[in-house]
C-alpha cells in the first residue's frame, strides 16, 4: 500500500513538472513572437522617420551650387568636398528608396564621372564642360521620376 502510495505521489510529481515545462516553454514562445513583433515596430518607425528623395535632394541642389562656386574660386578641396557630401547625402534613400537609389548610384558613377575626375585633375576647363553636362543628366532622371517641373540651372552663386 505505501509503495502505491509512493508512485502515486511520484507520477503526480512528474505531471506538475511536466506540465510547468510545457507552460514554461508556451511562455517563453510568446514573449519572444511579442519582442520580434516590438523590434519589427520599432525598425519600421525608425524607416518611417528617414527621409526619402525630396529632402536629401534638396542638399544635393545646394552642395551642386556650392561645389561650382569653389570650383570658379579655385578651391579644390572644397569643390571635392562638396561631391563627396552630394552623394553621402543620398544614403538614408538605399534604405527608403532601394530601387531609386540604383538610379542614383548609376548617375554618380556615370554621368557624374567626368565632374569628380575634373575635380581629381584640378582643371577648371575640363570641369566647366562636365559641370554643365552633368545637368541635363539630373533633369533627365527628374522627367523620367515624373518631376519634370524640377529644373536644375546653373548658379553662379554659392547656395550656402
Ligand atoms: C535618380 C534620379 C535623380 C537624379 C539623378 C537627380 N535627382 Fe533631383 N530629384 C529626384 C526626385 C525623384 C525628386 C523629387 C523628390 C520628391 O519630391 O520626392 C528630385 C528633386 C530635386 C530637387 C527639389 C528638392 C525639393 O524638394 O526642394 C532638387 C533641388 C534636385 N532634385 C536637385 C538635383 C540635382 C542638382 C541633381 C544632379 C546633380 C539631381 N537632382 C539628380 C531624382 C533625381
Known amino acids: 500500500m505505501k509503495k502505491m502510495l509512493l508512485v502515486l505521489i511520484l507520477m503526480a510529481v512528474a505531471v506538475v513538472i511536466a506540465s510547468a515545462v510545457v507552460a514554461g516553454c508556451g511562455d517563453s514562445t510568446t514573449s519572444s513572437t511579442n519582442a520580434n ?20 535632394m534638396r542638399e544635393v541642389g545646394d552642395r551642386f551650387a556650392d561645389m561650382n562656386a569653389a570650383a570658379q574660386g579655385g578651391n579644390w578641396a572644397l569643390t571635392a568636398y562638396m561631391s563627396k557630401y552630394l552623394n553621402n547625402a543620398m544614403n538614408p534613400t538605399k534604405v527608403t528608396k532601394p530601387e531609386e537609389y540604383k538610379n542614383w548610384a548609376a548617375f554618380y558613377t556615370g554621368p557624374f564621372d ?12 575640363a570641369f566647366n564642360t562636365a559641370y554643365t553636362n552633368s545637368i541635363s543628366s539630373c533633369n533627365a532622371c527628374h522627367e523620367a521620376s515624373g518631376y519634370k517641373f524640377v529644373k536644375i540651372v546653373k548658379e553662379d552663386t554659392a547656395s550656402d
Open 37 to 56: 513583433a516590438d523590434v519589427q515596430k520599432q525598425l519600421d518607425d525608425i524607416k518611417g522617420a528617414l527621409p526619402k528623395f525630396a529632402i536629401p
Open 114 to 125: 567626368p565632374v569628380n575626375k575634373a575635380i581629381a585633375a584640378k582643371d577648371l576647363a
